[in-house]
């Protein structure tokens, strides 16, 4: 190699040295704005539940069913919000790389079931009927279990808004590639266009879901977002495989333990 291009080699590693630096303390200090934003939001949003609550749960006097409705609408729209908050906060810090994980030896199942409670309700009130695929090679993995229970509630919370009453879901986990695993979440659901796909796990992003009545579930995307982070960030990947108007696979690719 000519001294000029050595010279020129080298500028170019430094100049993309210093770009990887600014980009590092530009997404340590969105993270750092967020983090103290986030506190200020937080804490008249809780007052807001709490205030309502002590309302709605009767302890300031009777009140009409009407009123308990509109109550409870309140506490959910300011539960949501709550919920956006600390979830835009979560990937500004996987982004910046302030979220510390902490691997430990996981019992697949039992997470599963764990995770899995929360959604009783909507399985008898849907009659989705919900079905748990383990492969006995997988069955222990060591991982953050409590970012793995944030996958699958995410995954799973998404497969029940998209999937019409008496659906099926379908949890699997089976190896991957060598030291690797990889969780799939099958629906019944409405499906995803392919030209919509690429925008699946980018915050903020909308789906279109015209000439489907699910306007209800519209959301900000924030979940699937907030997936994809959290997987990357321990050397995974995730994606979808969607036939419109039949179903959807989202997936996740995970280390079977740390890399």
Known sequence: MEEGDEIA???????????????????????????????????????IIGFTELILYGKTGDITPEQKEYLSDIVS???????????????????????????????????????LDVFNTLIIG????????????????????????QVIYNYVSNAFKFTYPGGHIIIRVRPDKSNFFRLEVEDTGIGIRQEDIPKLFIAFQKVD???????????????????????????????????????????????????
């Not at 989705?128 to 793995?148: G, M, Q, R």
């Not at 579930?217 to 995974?236: P, Y």
């Open 9 to 47: 080699m080298k500028k170019k590693m430094k100049l993309k040295k210093n770009n990887k630096k600014n980009m590092q303390r530009a997404l340590f200090t969105k993270a750092e704005f967020l983090s103290n934003m986030s506190h200020d939001l937080r804490t008249p949003i809780n007052g």
């Open 77 to 115: 729209c300011a539960s949501q919000l709550l919920a956006i908050i600390n979830e835009l906060l979560d990937i500004a810090k996987l982004e910046a790389g302030m979220i510390e994980f902490k691997p430990a030896k996981v019992d697949v199942i039992r997470v599963l079931k764990r995770t």
């Open 126 to 149: 849907k009659n989705i009927s919900l079905e748990i695929k383990v492969d006995p090679a997988v069955n222990y993995i060591i991982i953050d279990s409590t970012k793995f229970k």
């Open 209 to 259: 879901k015209d000439s489907i009545n699910l306007e209800e579930h519209i959301s900000t995307g924030l979940g699937l977002a907030l997936t994809r982070q959290i997987v990357e960030s321990q050397g995974g990947r995730v994606g979808v495989e969607s036939v419109w108007k039949k179903g959807s696979i989202f997936y996740a690719i995970l280390p079977c333990s740390p890399l």
